[in-house]
């Protein structure tokens, strides 16, 4: 785990505890410790008053580390051990990216719920399968698209649009630019098979907060590219794409995500996003303001009342995982509907195709 800022796959927000349970009403354990996000996860999950009682991985080495950090999780001989556990409310894990679709169907077919990193899958029927082992269970499958939930001055935004401080969102541009640091990835960072390709990877974040901005339901995607212009040495790595959509409800978006954050950046990533609406403006610098301040959380907002300028690190707190908990106690829907977060998934998953059969064409 790692609040250091130039470390992209460790870096674990943290914030204040806020419970919304009692201890011992929320059990909750952890599996599958491939990509550093689970910290971000475990550390959302326990601020909001979660009781971590679990940790599994096949490799031992992760496991020890884990319990490292998180002293109260009790090592688990399997996956299968935690799912036995009848007190065991919901699995989080953050799998290799390619297995992360069937571990999740097998948790909610053992009556969990299931809180999975970002990208969610790697192809379409894994995605079909899963929502039809959650329309047959009933359980949820939840994903931790951490560059809106687990940033402020993202989450404030939301809050904004839902005020009508910019009127209706028309169009939303993301710029998700990621530190490489290639010697720190493990293998299957570089295997197209296992990671998706980067707009079905990181690009899930961009199509995931432009369909929550623009409260669009489903959008069709009108033009993606993919393709390695850097690193001939990782020749499956995707180093930088880009994609636009068209919302259901007409409102654009336009993103790209890339590798090539340099090493005198204070971050792993420039991260930004502008929202356009028919009577105002939001831009996000969301992990640093370039040459001024290294802290994040940054919103710029535009209106007819002026221009504001909102430093939000530490005051906006991640209600996401306090509201997910009691979604899964009460079997509702306040924090993500399943259909945004499955719709979100979707459309990444068109979007790599498209790039992918542009490049081959």
């Avoid at 354990?29 to 491939?34: F, G």
């Avoid at 698209?145 to 404030?156: D, G, I, K």
């Avoid at 809050?159 to 293998?187: D, K």
């Avoid at 098979?193 to 990877?201: F, P, R, S, V």
Wanted: hydrophobic share 40%; glycine share 10%.
């Amino acid at each position: 785990m790692s609040t250091e800022k130039s470390d992209g796959m460790n870096y674990a927000p943290q914030g204040v505890p806020k419970p919304v349970v009692k201890p011992g009403e929320f059990p909750f354990a952890v599996a599958h410790l491939d990509h550093g996000h689970i910290f971000g996860q475990t550390n959302g999950l326990l601020e909001a008053g979660a009781d971590l009682k679990w940790v599994y991985d096949p490799d031992p080495a992760k496991v020890a580390d884990f319990i490292k950090k998180y002293p109260i999780a009790k090592p688990a001989r399997s996956l299968d051990e935690i799912l036995d556990d009848s007190s065991i409310k919901l699995v989080a894990a953050a799998a290799i990216p390619c297995d992360r679709g069937p571990i999740g169907c097998k948790v909610m077919e053992a009556g969990k719920d299931y809180f999975t990193d970002k990208t969610p899958f790697t192809t379409l029927d894994q995605l079909a399968q899963a929502r039809a082992v959650t329309a047959r269970t009933g359980r949820k499958y939840m994903v931790y698209y951490s560059e809106r939930l687990h940033v402020e001055c993202a989450m404030h935004a939301g809050t904004l649009i839902g005020q009508g401080a910019v009127g209706r969102v028309v169009q939303v541009v993301g710029l998700g630019p990621h530190r490489l640091n290639a010697p720190s990835r493990p293998a299957w960072f570089f295997e197209k098979a296992k990671y998706g390709g980067i707009l079905c990877d990181i690009g899930s974040h961009q199509i995931e907060q432009f369909l929550f901005y623009t409260g669009a339901t489903d959008a069709r995607v009108t033009h993606a590219l993919a393709t390695n212009f850097a690193n001939p040495n990782y020749s499956e790595l995707q180093d930088f794409g880009e994609a636009s959509l068209v919302a259901d409800n007409g409102a654009t978006n336009h993103f790209r995500v890339d590798w090539f954050t340099p090493a005198g950046l204070r971050t792993w990533g420039d991260g930004r996003t502008f929202i356009l609406g028919t009577e105002g403006y939001i831009e996000l610098r969301k992990y640093i303001d370039v040459a001024r301040q290294p802290e994040g959380d940054h919103l710029y907002l535009v209106n007819a009342d002026g221009e504001q300028h909102l430093e939000l690190k530490g005051k906006v707190g991640f209600p996401f995982f306090g509201q997910l908990i009691l979604d899964c106690l009460n079997r509702t829907e306040n924090a993500m509907t399943q259909a945004h977060a499955f719709k979100a998934a979707e459309l990444c998953l068109l979007a790599q195709s498209l790039a992918d059969r542009s490049l081959c064409a």
